[in-house]
């Protein structure tokens, strides 16, 4: 009996250390996961900091929780925190955070990257906590109100790997101390107020990948120093006051540059024949700058393009027979060309969305436009040609449709036949042939332009003002005379 008894008092002391043992590792094991305390008191300084959150982007950071666990908050050196990440959702316009970036976040030494995108309101000026988080390789503050200069003291930044600041309001010129970061694989300063020149410094970061200075307002010539980038994928210039020609040193990125955009630069010239080269292109984009000439012949070598914009130049014909594939999205609106037709080579793209070929020179009966698809189109402005007959065999299959341009021709169909799909938001048919009454479904548009053709009756309900419908036969009512009762 004895015995019975000792051997059930060992399986109970058995039983209560391995409990013991079970419970001691798991209150190990949750003690070690929480997240140092500089961390929590770092991070919610920046929460307190905060003066909106309307979509309860920052709810789960709460006191006495491991804010490992938090959203945006990623922790793997000894449960430190590694790298704060918060994005808005740009489709839903209480996603935002408004207030400064606190300095309490000095507190996250181990902090490798900082990701606060698409935020919108997330204000004040450059975060001079940066420059004491030795850890520090990835800075994206995009799509906010950062305001004032880019401070001189960026150099010092030197573990940087990527620096984006893009679509903030910093202002005044780039830091020639940026030429320092030569760890660099993304610099991207598109979207702000810059002013003066490119640093010539910036051919240092012979390791960029991607370089954006779109949309500020830099001037002087674009530097001439892109021999120095091997590795470069993008370069988006676009949008700034730049003068000068096409720098002849860009040839030296065809072997791997997929983007170009220099729109709205300010470049004039020719465009130069080297373009050719770059096989690997998949979007070229040069519209509203100064180009005149022909375009290259070597342009046929663009196997790969899906992209490629050329509009509001100088240019003219005759414009080279492109070999692609199947290309995306054209633009060749506003140049001084005489295409007689539209390119066979977009005609039969399976995969084109946007087809912009306003005053073109394009001479054809729309019905005997024949696109291998019309599903996927989203945009196609045929503005100012001379294209006759009906657009309703094209515009009545096309589901997706958002936007028809197709002003000063002499189209001429019945406009209640057209079935406005749900997507479309801008139709243009001013200065046509079209008529018959204007359809309820034009309602629902943002934009219309029907005026100076031949439509007659009573106007559905609209927002639209009358310059919509001007110089009609007989249309009548709002935003027009009212229309006369018949006796």
């Not at 982007?57 to 918060?86: E, Y």
């Not at 316009?93 to 300095?103: K, T």
């Not at 180009?291 to 196997?303: D, E, K, Y």
Request: hydrophobic share 40%; glycine share 8%; aromatic share 10%.
């Amino acid at each position: 009996m004895s015995l019975a008894v000792s051997d059930l008092h060992s399986h109970f002391l058995l039983l209560f250390f391995f409990v013991f043992t079970i419970l001691t590792h798991h209150s190990l094991t949750v003690t070690s996961a929480t997240c140092h305390v500089d961390d929590e008191t770092g991070l919610l300084g920046f929460k307190s900091s905060i003066t909106a959150d309307p979509s309860g982007i920052l709810s789960s950071w709460k006191s006495g929780s491991d804010c490992c666990t938090w959203s945006g908050i990623n922790c793997l050196a000894s449960n430190r925190v590694t790298s704060l990440s918060l994005t808005g959702q740009l489709n839903k316009p209480n996603s935002f955070l408004s207030g400064p970036i606190s300095p309490s976040l000095s507190k996250l030494k181990f902090l490798d990257g900082l990701y606060l995108q698409n935020l919108r309101n997330i204000s004040g000026p450059f975060p001079d906590f940066l420059f004491g988080l030795p850890e520090l390789k990835f800075i994206y503050i995009e799509n906010n109100k950062l305001s004032g200069r880019i401070p001189g003291s960026i150099g010092n930044l030197t573990g940087l790997s990527a620096l984006s600041l893009s679509d903030n309001q910093f202002s005044g010129p780039i830091p020639s101390s940026i030429s320092q970061l030569t760890g660099l694989t993304q610099l991207k300063l598109g979207g702000n107020r810059l002013t003066g020149p490119i640093p010539n410094g910036i051919q240092k970061l012979k390791n960029l990948t991607l370089f954006s200075l779109d949309r500020n307002q830099l001037s002087g010539s674009i530097p001439d120093f892109f021999g120095s980038f091997s590795e470069l994928r993008i370069l988006r210039l676009s949008h700034n006051k730049f003068t000068g020609k096409f720098p002849a040193s860009i040839s030296a990125l065809a072997p791997k540059l997929l983007y170009l955009e220099l729109a709205q630069t300010g470049l004039n010239g020719q465009i130069p024949q080297f373009l050719g080269n770059f096989k690997t292109l998949d979007t070229l984009n040069l519209s509203r700058n100064n180009f005149s000439g022909v375009v290259p012949r070597s342009f046929a070598n663009l196997t790969k393009i899906f992209n490629l914009d050329l509009s509001r130049n100088y240019l003219i014909d005759p414009f080279p027979n492109m070999s692609v594939k199947g290309i995306e999205s054209l633009d060749l609106s506003y140049n001084k060309f005489h295409l007689g037709e539209i390119p066979k080579w977009a005609t039969s793209s399976p995969i084109i969305y946007s087809l912009k070929l306003a005053r073109c020179g394009i001479k054809l009966r729309l019905e005997d436009w024949k696109p291998s698809q019309t599903y996927f189109y989203d945009f196609i402005d045929l503005s100012e040609n001379e294209i006759s007959g009906s657009a309703i065999e094209l515009l009545n299959k096309t589901d997706y449709l958002v936007g028809f341009w197709a002003s000063r021709n002499k189209l001429k169909f019945n406009l209640e036949s057209l079935r406005i799909v749900e997507r479309l938001k801008y139709l243009d048919l001013s200065r046509n042939e079209v008529f018959g009454k204007v359809p309820n479904g034009v309602s629902k548009l943002e934009k219309l332009n029907v005026s100076y053709n031949h439509l007659c009756g009573k106007l559905p309900v609209t927002n639209f003002s009358a310059s919509a419908f001007l110089g009609n036969d007989c249309l009548c009512g709002s935003p027009l005379a009212a229309c006369k009762s018949v006796a």
